[in-house]
């Protein structure tokens, strides 16, 4: 039987993934140092608020709406500020899903869109499970990160329909500057594209420098169409609760939202509890975040302490997000250090090649992680890098 050429060629694991999964299946104990699920990570939720909220009468209704609820929009464009609207909002069950739909509204087969790089890998399947080709575009490292803004601007060709960006970014943490964004929503207007920004991570500033910018909402008309993605995942820590959303702003604001609203009429995926629910998971997102922003700060205080004994290692930067690059002779290959690490002290980490981070020499950390184990794996790791 034929497959789709959009899938992999195999689904064989890399050699990190397969040392993991042999690993527990004999038992071995692994510190997990790139955990992201918050379920996981000993937070303490509002447990009876949060059953509350899902246990409404309203839960049981199913009245579809294709751009989603209106009470539930209501409470997004409230949670956001910045001017938005219930009208300006289409809900998804997640950014994932926020990203096929408007991967299906912009390109036809074979088209392409433009990431900077480095990036969450995700975007290379999303896109290529839609029929179109994600380019990376390089980013560079002088201080902190930066757009190559010239370099995004030679890159859109022909069939280049939308840029991408993550703000801040996974896993560099870099925050849009404002000069980066009135370039990027120029290039984009000029040259007859839209903008896609993931915002998932835009409340979890740490390092953020002044002239970040800190969410696109900022900008209330700009010159080009402009996407902005997030849900409940990381805005509450909820990602068992499936619910994103995608605000739409700039030209043609209305008719691409009619569009989007037709795409996902042929789905209607998002769950009726998670509507009924969403303005009362949304009011306990600020104590939620409040914690997670603790654990962010506590780790990276941790790690500054261990690498002050360890002068050859550095990190780089952290201006938000959930991630940190640790920087580290380049001795070896970025996979094989993390497979070397894994099966020395049963430490897990992500090489930074996973996130097209260029050469080698770089880890990426979770910030995420239980503190006390976030401290042991660093003195585990840290000595034989």
Not at 64 to 78: H, K, M, N, W
Not at 90 to 119: H, W
Not at 153 to 175: L, Q, S
Not at 218 to 244: E, I, M
Request: proline share 8%.
């Amino acid at each position: 039987m034929h497959l789709s050429s959009r899938l992999p060629h195999g689904f064989e694991p890399n050699a990190l993934s397969a040392a993991l999964a042999r690993m527990r299946r004999e038992s071995r104990d692994v510190l997990d140092l790139t955990v992201s699920n918050p379920t996981r990570c000993g937070f303490a939720y509002p447990e009876t608020d949060i059953r509350a909220a899902l246990s409404t009468p309203a839960v049981l209704a199913y009245d579809p709406d294709p751009l989603g609820s209106r009470v539930a929009r209501e409470a997004v464009a409230a949670h956001h500020g910045h001017g938005l609207r219930a009208e300006d909002l289409l809900l998804t069950a997640s950014t994932s899903e926020g990203y096929g739909l408007l991967f299906k509204l912009l390109g036809d087969p074979g088209d392409e869109i433009l990431v900077p790089s480095p990036s969450y890998p995700l975007f290379e399947w999303l896109a290529r499970l839609e029929g179109l080709h994600a380019r990376p575009v390089p980013s560079y490292f002088h201080d902190r990160w930066h757009l190559d803004l010239g370099a995004l601007e030679d890159a859109v060709g022909p069939r280049t329909r939308a840029i991408v960006v993550v703000n801040p970014n996974n896993p560099t943490g870099h925050f849009l500057s404002k000069g980066e964004w009135d370039a990027l929503t120029a290039l984009c207007a000029r040259r007859g594209l839209a903008l896609l920004v993931d915002e998932v991570f835009a409340d979890y500033a740490l390092e953020a420098p002044a002239d970040r910018l800190p969410t696109a909402l900022d900008d209330a008309a700009p010159p080009c169409p402009v996407f902005l993605l997030s849900g409940l995942s990381k805005v509450a820590a909820l990602p068992q609760l499936k619910l994103g959303w995608i605000a739409v702003r700039g030209v043609g604001a209305e008719a691409h939202l009619e569009a989007l609203a037709f795409l996902a009429d042929q789905y209607l995926s998002v769950s009726a509890p998670v509507q009924a629910a969403a303005q009362a998971l949304l009011a306990l997102a600020p104590a939620i975040r409040s914690q997670v922003r603790a654990r962010l700060s506590a780790n990276l205080a941790t790690l500054d302490a261990a690498l002050a004994r360890h002068p050859r290692l550095t990190r780089l930067p952290v201006e938000g997000g959930w991630s940190v690059l640790l920087r580290r002779p380049a001795v070896d290959a970025d996979e094989a250090c993390a497979l070397r690490l894994l099966e020395q002290t049963g430490v897990l980490t992500h090489p930074g090649s996973f996130f097209d981070l260029p050469g080698d020499g770089h880890l990426v950390l979770s910030l995420l992680t239980p503190e006390t184990g976030f401290r042991e794996g660093l003195d585990c790791i840290l000595p034989i890098l």
